[in-house]
T-cell receptor
Framework: SQTIHQWPATLVQPVGSPLSLECTVE??????LYWYRQAAGRGLQLLFY??????ISSEVPQNLSASRPQDRQFILSSKKLLLSDSGFYLC???????????FGSGTRLTVV | AQTVTQSQPEMSVQEAETVTLSCTYDTSESDYYLFWYKQPPSRQMILVIR??????QNATENRFSVNFQKAAKSFSLKISDSQLGDAAMYFC???????????????FGKGTKLSVKP
């Protein structure tokens, strides 16, 4: 069966420090992968999506970047965190030809 | 661009009663999918129910059902026999049936916080 893993679950980082959040999917190949951010009291905002290795599309200009070094691995990064980067980050995947999304358990990032 | 609107930031229901959460969307497409996701305090996004736009019959999953009005672009969620475990944020989401580029991405409303009173 397919599973999605996202870590860490919580993270507290100082302003100006780097960031690396990782997401991996098991039990499927060539999934579409997504990074969403949820600010406090707000809905989900799509940050990046990827339809294949090395293929990254950005939806919102920001301080973050994403990479997909392997088929089932999706990484969200920042060189220097801002206070406004605080939020809840969710990774999700969708199978090719499927319309259903499956979400990871999320990472709560607090920038102090 | 498509948009999803949830006009009720918060709702409350008595345990065992029925509640309806509203969702409207705007699109020029004829083929798409609609979803309701539940986000409990754990923050995990859980799929509650989904509807294909080409299907006239409303989707049902146990105590959860939808009222899909395609012409009105309305997609409400009805929760029957509400339980304490139903307390959560509920998000309505839209997805184009076109898989190309960003069109296959989920677009979310801002959510409705549902409280269930014992």
């Amino acid at each position: 069966s397919q599973t999605i893993h996202q870590w860490p679950a919580t993270l507290v980082q100082p302003v100006g420090s780097p960031l690396s959040l990782e997401c991996t999917v098991e039990g499927t190949s060539n999934p579409n992968l997504y990074w969403y951010r949820q600010a406090a009291g707000r809905g989900l905002q799509l940050l990046f999506y990827s339809v294949g290795i090395g293929q990254i599309s950005s939806e919102v200009p920001q301080n973050l970047s994403a990479s997909r070094p392997q088929d089932r691995q999706f990484i969200l990064s920042s060189k220097k965190l801002l206070l406004s980067d605080s939020g809840f980050y969710l990774c999700a995947w969708r199978g090719q030809g499927s319309y259903g999304y499956t979400f990871g358990s999320g990472t709560r990032l607090t920038v102090v | 661009a498509q948009t999803v609107t949830q006009s009720q930031p918060e709702m409350s229901v008595q345990e065992a009663e029925t509640v309806t959460l509203s969702c409207t969307y705007d699109t020029s497409e004829s083929d798409y999918y609609l979803f309701w996701y539940k986000q409990p305090p754990s923050r995990q996004m859980i799929l509650v129910i989904r509807q294909e736009a080409y299907k006239q019959q409303n989707a049902t999953e146990n105590r959860f059902s939808v009222n899909f009005q395609k012409a009105a672009k309305s997609f409400s969620l009805k929760i029957s026999d509400s339980q304490l475990g139903d307390a959560a944020m509920y998000f309505c989401a839209y997805r184009s049936a076109n898989y190309g580029g960003s069109q296959g991405n989920l677009i979310f409303g801002k959510g409705t916080k549902l409280s269930v009173k014992p």
